[in-house]
């Protein structure tokens, strides 16, 4: 069976005051997301193309401030023919990066910070003046967001209603994946479950927030495509949110 292309979705328009988000995020065959602190190590070859494919669908590529210190993010395509035909639908070549952080505690000599052949944005949320400049300093936008419930909601207007963002493509951490789940904001999301078993109590799964679901407020989903590929052990799962 051949894989998945993700290249080019046909997605509906966003929503009023906030774009149309799609979780992407690779898993261990037990739920899990992180071995020895980062998710290297799951996921496949396999897995990373079908990332990049779904980069190429996105205005911009989201992740929360503990994946970038674990393993760096960037919104680069890796792929020439991703890039052309991101241009032939007018887009930029590559998305923007975007990442949201609440202590501003953020590693500034990442290539998210220094790379030259992307651009970036940076969430922070009631930072301190010296946090601010630090970044500022970067050469990267930074918008201060207010602190609490009302961070992430606020993020999701910014960057629709000011930097213009109709798909968002969020990919973690789980504490962020989270706080869009709880707010409804999430639309789809895309999961490869890989073939091995991670245990332990604390590694994360891919949504970990501070307040678990009820029976009664669990999202609901309907599974779109789930495709087995027998040389990697992976299943590929495209999920819509139920509304």
Do not use: W
């Amino acid at each position: 069976m051949p894989l998945p292309d993700y290249s080019e979705l046909v997605l509906p328009p966003p929503p009023p005051g906030r774009p149309y988000v799609l979780v992407n995020m690779v898993m261990s065959a037990d739920g899990k997301v992180v071995v020895e602190g980062n998710e290297l190590g799951i996921g496949s070859d396999a897995d990373r193309r079908l990332m990049r494919q779904l980069r190429a669908n996105a205005d911009v590529v989201l992740a929360g401030a503990g994946t970038l210190r674990a393993t760096g993010t960037s919104p680069r395509l890796g792929d020439p023919a991703l890039e052309a035909a991101r241009r032939r639908r007018g887009k930029p070549p590559v998305p923007l990066a975007a990442t949201l952080s609440a202590s501003g505690n953020l590693p500034l000599d990442r290539a998210f910070f220094t790379a030259t052949d992307f651009d970036a944005v940076v969430y922070l949320a009631s930072p301190t003046a010296q946090t601010r400049q630090a970044v500022e300093h970067t050469g990267r936008r930074v918008v201060v967001l207010p602190k609490g419930n009302e961070t992430v909601p606020a993020m999701l207007r910014h960057l629709r209603e000011q930097i213009g963002c109709r798909v968002l493509l969020c990919e973690g951490g789980p504490t962020l994946n989270a706080a869009l789940f709880q707010i409804g904001a999430v639309y789809e999301y895309f999961v490869t479950v890989g073939p091995g078993i991670v245990g332990g109590r604390e590694t994360f799964t891919p949504v970990a927030g501070d307040r678990p679901f009820t029976r009664a407020t669990l999202p609901a989903m309907e599974l779109l495509s789930a495709v087995p590929s027998p040389e990697t052990g992976e299943v590929y799962c495209r999920y819509r949110v139920r509304r």
